[in-house]
């Protein structure tokens, strides 16, 4: 005899690559960061937070399509990230193994994992440097905007075409990533700033 199944399965993206597949009852309430589940009568509300935005994010789904086939897939509403994915304990694991496969695929397509360290914490470090010079959030002293990257096995040099200066992320453990995702913005120290004397 089968018993009826009174849980969805979420699965929750974290950083380097990691999904967790978490049950989530009906029968209870979740309020711990990055996710809250409740519900009324009709609906399952949950929300997720977004740590690129810092703000959680509302979705409500009737109880009936909960557990659709296929599954759903929740986006941040702010930067379009996606999320977690929601549905049955079978949709998600297959959503969740189908996107380790993409992500494995990129990266060996990349040469990545062959060439870095710490691939998965690369990937992840080279996005976000992205995302960040493309929000103009690193910038060099000298005043200008204009910056490469040159990427290393363990590292990322960022370097100011206008003067020179190389601003060092380092890529060699989790460490190196979350503190580059907890910064607001990079500054490259420029060596430049003495030449502003004149002789
Ligand atoms: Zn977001
Ligand atoms: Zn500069």
């Known amino acids: 005899m089968q018993m009826i199944d009174a849980r969805f399965f979420i699965a929750l993206y974290k950083s380097n690559n990691n999904i967790d597949i978490m049950p989530i009852s009906l029968f209870r309430e979740y309020a711990q960061k990055p996710l809250i589940v409740y519900h009324n009568k009709k609906e399952v509300i949950i929300e997720l937070y977004c740590d690129e935005c810092k703000k959680y994010n509302k979705s409500s789904l009737t109880l009936k399509s909960l557990k659709r086939p296929g599954g759903h897939r929740l986006y941040c509403y702010g930067c379009g990230r996606e999320l977690a994915y929601l549905g049955s304990k079978a949709d998600v694991e297959a959503m969740v193994s189908k996107h380790q496969h993409e992500v494995e695929l990129l990266m060996h397509e990349m040469g990545f994992d062959d060439y870095f360290t710490e691939p998965f914490i690369m ?72 030449k502003l004397t004149k002789y």
């Open 123 to 194: 990937y992840e470090l080279i996005n976000h440097i992205h995302d960040m010079a493309e929000d103009k959030k690193i910038r060099c002293q000298c005043g200008s905007r204009n910056v490469a990257a040159n990427i290393g096995t363990d590292k990322i040099e960022l370097i100011c075409k206008n003067c020179g200066s190389v601003y060092i992320v380092n890529a060699a453990n989790q460490e190196d990533l979350e503190m580059v995702r907890k910064m607001q913005s990079i500054t490259i120290k420029s060596k430049s700033c003495r």
